[in-house]
């Protein structure tokens, strides 16, 4: 597992680089707004909050996980109103 510069968070290898495509993808910005939308506390900056998020869904999809699907399930969970952040 690699160390994430920016909150000490933990993420595989795999979740980092994914991570780090979604967010140039969908040009997510820094903030701290975006963790709870994803089921993480509110602690978070956007981009630890992320990589995190990308993690549970790696687990939880068995690894098997594709950008474009990721970017669906963010656009899922993350309310209207918020989605400005995402464009």
């Known amino acids: 597992m690699v160390k994430s510069q920016k909150m000490n968070v933990w993420v595989t290898p ?3 680089q994914l991570a780090s495509g979604l967010i140039r ?3 997510i910005r820094q903030g ?3 963790a709870p939308c994803l089921g993480l506390d509110p602690f978070y900056d956007n981009f630890s909050a ?3 998020w990308v993690q549970k869904m790696l687990v939880e ?3 098997s996980v594709s950008l474009d ?3 669906q399930r963010v656009v899922g969970v993350v309310p209207g109103d918020m989605q400005g952040l995402l464009d």
Request: no cysteine; charged share 35%.
């Open 32 to 34: 701290d707004n975006l």
């Open 69 to 71: 699907f990721l970017q």
């Open 50 to 52: 992320i990589e995190l």
């Open 14 to 16: 795999q979740a980092r």
């Open 61 to 63: 999809n068995e690894q």
């Open 25 to 27: 993808k969908m040009r």
